[in-house]
C-alpha cells in the first residue's frame, strides 16, 4: 500500500446507524486531517492531528468524533448523522515542522457518504 | 463576503486550447498559494505551489500571482482531455500547512 488509504470507498447509513471511517497513511508523515467536501462548496477543514494530538477541531458537530491511536491511524466516527451530512469526506496527510507552509497534503480517494 | 472566491464553472474547451483558472481572494496576509486538481472519485493532488508574488512554470501549466490584486491564475497551454478534473486554488498564511484556505473548485472538461 502506498500513498493514503481510505475505508470504506462508500457508506450509506440510516440517521440512527453508527459508522466508522479508516484512513491510514504510509508517507511517514506526522499530521492528519479530516476535509468535508460537498457539491459547489469549498474543502471544509474538520480535524487536525499533529504527533497524533488534536490541535484543530472547526466547531464540528459533536456527532462526528476523530480518534488517532497514531501517527499512521485516523478514525472518523459517526453516529446520529443528519441527511444535510451526506458528502465526500477527505483524509489528508502532511509532514509539519518545517515551517515552510508549502501546503503540500496528500489526500486519499474519499469516503462518500449518504446519510438516508 | 469569502476569503476565497472561485468560479465552479463547469468550462469546456477544445483539445489544444489554453485555459484560463483564477481565484481572488480577500486577505492580503496570504502568503503561499497553490493549485490541487482533482479528478473524478479521486483526492485532489498538489500541482502547483507559489510563495508570494509572481510566476511560475512547470511545462505546460503556469501559475500566477498578483498580490496587488489579490488575484492567482492557472494557466494550461495546449489542453488535453488528461487535464479533464477539477481544479482548486488553495492558499494559506505560512508556517503551519493546515491553514490552508480552498476555493470551491473550477471543473474543467477538455473536449478532443
Known amino acids: 500500500e502506498t500513498g493514503v488509504t481510505q475505508t470504506p470507498r462508500h457508506l450509506v447509513m440510516g440517521m440512527t446507524n453508527k459508522k466508522s471511517l479508516k484512513c491510514e497513511q504510509h508517507l511517514g508523515h506526522n499530521a492528519m486531517y479530516w476535509y468535508k467536501q460537498s457539491a459547489k462548496k469549498p474543502l471544509e477543514l474538520m480535524f487536525v492531528?499533529?504527533?497524533?494530538?488534536?490541535?484543530e477541531n472547526n466547531s464540528v458537530p459533536s456527532r462526528f468524533s476523530p480518534e488517532c491511536p497514531n501517527s499512521s491511524h485516523l478514525f472518523l466516527h459517526l453516529h446520529t448523522l443528519q441527511p444535510e451530512d451526506s458528502a465526500l469526506y477527505l483524509c489528508?496527510?502532511?509532514?509539519?515542522?518545517?515551517?515552510?507552509?508549502?501546503?503540500?497534503?496528500?489526500f486519499g480517494e474519499g469516503s462518500r457518504l449518504t446519510v438516508l | 463576503q469569502k476569503e476565497v472566491e472561485q468560479d465552479p464553472g463547469p468550462l469546456s474547451v477544445p483539445e489544444g486550447a489554453i485555459v484560463s483558472l483564477n481565484c481572488t481572494y480577500s486577505n492580503s496576509a496570504f502568503q503561499y498559494f497553490m493549485w490541487y486538481r482533482q479528478y473524478s472519485r479521486k483526492g485532489p493532488e498538489l500541482l502547483m505551489y507559489t510563495y508570494s508574488s509572481g510566476n511560475k512554470e512547470d511545462g505546460r501549466f503556469t501559475a500566477q500571482v498578483d498580490k496587488s490584486s489579490k488575484y492567482i491564475s492557472l494557466f494550461i497551454r495546449d489542453s488535453q482531455p488528461s487535464d479533464s478534473a477539477t481544479y482548486l486554488c488553495?492558499?494559506?498564511?505560512?508556517?503551519?500547512?493546515?491553514?490552508?484556505?480552498f476555493g470551491t473548485g473550477t471543473l474543467l472538461a477538455v473536449q478532443p
Open positions: 492531528y499533529n504527533f497524533k494530538e488534536q490541535t
Open positions: 488553495a492558499m494559506s498564511y505560512g508556517g503551519a500547512t493546515n491553514k490552508l484556505i
Open positions: 489528508a496527510s502532511s509532514q509539519e515542522g518545517g515551517g515552510s507552509g508549502t501546503g503540500e497534503l496528500f
